[in-house]
């Protein structure tokens, strides 16, 4: 089966937003919360705001391209949850509460145990206080508390601004906290990086959150995209190209860039500007002991490779690449019209040798398979897709129908139904 083709997103407006959100079901059928060891999760999506023509960013032959992103308080949302029943934290000095019920807890900004950001929600007045000095003082912030605001889920405070200093640089970022009963908080920074630049002479938007930790990496998320402009109709679109996946156990950043042909080395940091904090990217080409490795599949909008579970190259354009040694499978893929990969990770692998050359087979056509199996009285029909490489995709969540099936014993039909995930 072929996917459907051509999913392209379009600007209606100057407000134009497309949302990636790679939240997947869990085998048990419902969503998974994944937590990192210290409790901080990592459920993200990535998002684009309102995207401007792109500067000439031509880079000279022989430098390496380095991209400077910018600081935007708004306009992403990378996610973790917060159980708020594992830990409280016991502040020095706190506003007169009274009777009312409080829920305290803590923001993880790191692995160690003093890394976290205190809040406290009254939850009579609906209002919260953020510690966002990290003095473990709550009425030493200015303009606090912070008012509610009603959502779909529970209590949602917006707009919590916090900073952190690193090795002499002041990190921005900008959090909604949303609380889900008095058991689980959702933490989203909605500030991000963010620049416009040529990778192998092809224009992209780059974008990158940090999950407030101060350093790029393991559980950040990166978005590559590429968009083009149509001449005819002085109009733009945006097609997504790459992003990294997201998700508690594999999130992060690529290692490598493969784009026309080269494959580049993501160096990356905070740096200190007269604007205030940005984010410098270098790439540098790929050394070493490097081979060659074919994408071989159709429909491929989005592709990160992966080494060793992790995500290790980030595949915008050009076939072959040249990768470094190792083994390589499909770490998340996008296909045009919206089918993505499901967890967990499937698919066949490709060995890469040193100057050696593989294949690993991705993407279209899609193929789609039933299988049945009977437990007693009960019939137990599984639907899956799978691609080129084995690899199996979910459905695109915007096409909202499930397959559908039929059971029938001769000519007669004696049950129908839909599919569902899990
Ligand atoms: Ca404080
Ligand atoms: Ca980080």
């Known amino acids: 089966m072929n996917t459907a083709l051509g999913r392209r997103y379009r600007y209606p407006s100057a407000t134009f937003r497309l949302l990636t959100k790679r939240f997947r079901p869990g085998c048990s059928g419902g969503p998974r919360l994944p937590f990192l060891p210290a409790g901080l999760l990592l459920l993200s999506c990535l998002f684009i705001s309102f995207v401007a023509v792109p500067d000439d960013a031509a880079v000279p032959a022989n430098e390496a391209p380095q991209f400077t992103l910018t600081y935007r308080p708004d306009g992403f949302a990378l996610s973790s949850y917060v159980s708020l029943e594992s830990r409280e934290v016991d502040f020095k000095q706190e506003p007169d509460f ?11 900004t790191g692995t160690g145990p003093a890394e976290f950001i205190g809040f ?6 609906d209002v919260l206080y953020v510690d966002t000095n990290q003095n ?3 009425t030493d912030e200015a303009d606090q508390p912070y008012d509610s605001t009603r959502s779909l889920v529970g209590n949602k405070f917006r707009g919590i601004r916090v900073t952190r200093d690193q090795e002499g640089i002041s990190i921005p970022y900008v959090l909604d906290l949303e609380f889900m009963g008095t058991w689980l908080c959702e933490v989203t ?5 963010r620049t416009e630049a040529e990778i192998g ?7 990158l959150v940090d999950n407030l930790d101060g350093s790029l990496g393991e559980g950040d998320s990166l978005h590559v995209s590429r968009w083009e402009i149509s001449s005819a109709e002085k109009d733009r679109t945006l097609q997504a190209v790459a992003s990294s996946p997201f998700s508690a156990d594999i999130g992060g950043i690529p290692e490598f860039i493969a784009a026309e042909g080269v494959t580049h080395s993501i160096q990356k940091g905070f740096v200190q500007t007269s604007d205030g904090a940005a984010i410098q990217i270098t790439l540098h080409p790929a050394d070493g002991s490097l081979g060659e490795l074919s994408i071989q599949g159709e429909h491929i909008q989005e592709l990160v490779l992966g080494k060793n579970n992790r995500p290790s190259v980030l595949y915008l354009s050009g076939n072959p690449i040249r990768v470094p040694a190792g083994t390589y499978s499909v770490h998340s893929a996008t296909l045009e019209g919206g089918w993505t990969t499901d967890l967990p990770q499937s698919g066949q692998a490709a060995l890469v040798q040193v100057e050696g050359s593989a294949t690993l087979r991705v993407g279209g056509p899609l193929k789609q398979d039933v299988s049945v199996s009977r437990s007693g009285n009960t019939l137990t029909l599984e639907y899956i897709v799978t691609g080129a490489g084995g690899e199996v995709y979910r459905q695109p969540e915007a096409t909202l129908d499930p397959p559908q099936f039929a059971v029938y014993r001769g000519e007669t039909c004696v049950a129908t139904g839909q599919f569902e995930y899990g």
């Open 98 to 108: 009274g009777d009312h019920p409080v829920v305290r807890g803590a923001i993880p």
């Open 201 to 207: 002479g092809i224009p992209y938007v780059i974008e």
């Open 120 to 125: 406290a929600w009254d939850q009579a007045d």
């Open 136 to 138: 473990l003082d709550l």
């Open 189 to 193: 920074v909605t500030s991000g990086w």
